[in-house]
C-alpha cells in the first residue's frame, strides 16, 4: 500500500515537469522527430516571444533551435552543426544536472 501511494506521488511530479513535452518537430539536419518541453517555471519566467530552446542531439552532435511564442507553438526553426561546449566545472555539472531532468 505504501508503494502504490509513493509511486502515485513520483508519477505526478513527472506529469507535472512533462506537461509541456508534446512539442515536436522535425529536424532538418538527421530528419528525425524530435520531442522536447520546457519547464514551466521557466516560461513563466521570459520576458519576449518568441524565445529559442536549444535542443542538443544526435550523432554527430548538433542543435536543434526551436522558438516558442507565448502560446507555446514553435514559430520558426534553425540547426547548428558547430557545436561547442565549454570544458570548466560550472558547465560540466549544469550538464549532468539538464541529464538528470532534461528540460
Ligand atoms: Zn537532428
Redesign the pocket.
Known amino acids: 500500500m505504501e508503494s502504490t501511494l509513493r509511486s502515485q506521488n513520483i508519477s505526478a511530479i513527472t506529469s507535472e515537469f512533462k506537461k509541456t513535452y508534446d512539442l515536436s518537430q522535425k ?1 532538418p ?2 530528419n ?1 522527430k ?1 520531442r522536447f518541453g520546457v519547464e514551466l517555471g521557466f516560461l513563466e519566467s521570459v520576458k519576449r516571444f518568441p524565445y529559442p530552446h536549444i535542443i542538443l ?2 550523432n554527430p552532435i ?1 542543435a ?1 533551435v526551436v522558438y516558442i511564442d507565448a502560446d507555446f507553438m514553435v514559430r520558426g526553426i534553425e ?1 547548428a552543426c558547430s557545436i561547442e561546449i565549454q570544458r570548466d566545472s560550472d558547465t560540466f555539472s549544469q550538464i549532468v544536472k539538464k541529464w538528470s531532468n532534461p528540460f
Open positions: 529536424c539536419v538527421c528525425k524530435i542531439h544526435g548538433h536543434l540547426t
